[in-house]
């Protein structure tokens, strides 16, 4: 049973129908991985060059590596590594900053925000006033760890006061 015309030479012109879908199927495909890197943080292309920072939280909460770090609304780098230090009993987060982003002052705090009443959390930097910048290595004047949603609804529930 045939399923297109036959051309004078016999040959089917089913063919540019086959390469239409052939080409719709593929362009399909190539959405859903765009659309997978997109949601998950991840990147065919290079980033560029980065710089670590450090920041110690007293609760890191939920913030895992890869979160983004923003400046005034802005992602200017991704959390790469969060760990226990153990003398000081605190997290210790490693920030990869894009080296564009040179003038952070110094004495400029890290905050763990939740975007959204239940979305990711991520760091904000609040810029401070000090004229001399972070290097590489430096870590955040002060930082203000992630609000813990459990620990403040059990607080209102048994009167109990925050800390």
């Known amino acids: 049973m045939a399923y297109g015309r036959l051309n004078e030479d016999g040959v089917m012109q089913r063919r540019a129908g086959e390469l239409a879908a052939g080409f719709f199927i593929i362009a399909g495909i190539a959405a859903l991985a765009f659309l997978a890197l997109r949601v998950s943080g991840l990147s065919l292309s290079g980033t560029g ?8 939280f007293n609760d890191a909460g939920g913030l895992t590596p890869r979160a983004e770090v923003s400046l005034a609304g802005v992602t200017v780098g991704k959390v790469t590594n969060i760990s226990l230090d153990a003398r000081r009993m605190q997290a210790r ?10 003038d952070i002052p110094a004495d400029s705090a890290a905050v763990i925000r939740t975007s959204g009443l239940l979305g990711a959390q991520y760091i904000d930097i609040s810029v401070g006033g000090d004229p001399d910048s972070l290097k590489p290595g430096d870590t955040f004047y002060s930082t203000q760890s992630a609000m813990n949603l459990e620990r403040l609804i059990t607080n209102f529930a048994s009167g109990k006061q925050q800390p």
Request: aromatic content about 16%; charged content about 10%.
């Open 49 to 56: 060059g980065t710089y670590d920072v450090y920041a110690y």
């Open 93 to 102: 987060v490693t920030i990869a900053l894009n080296e564009q982003v040179t």
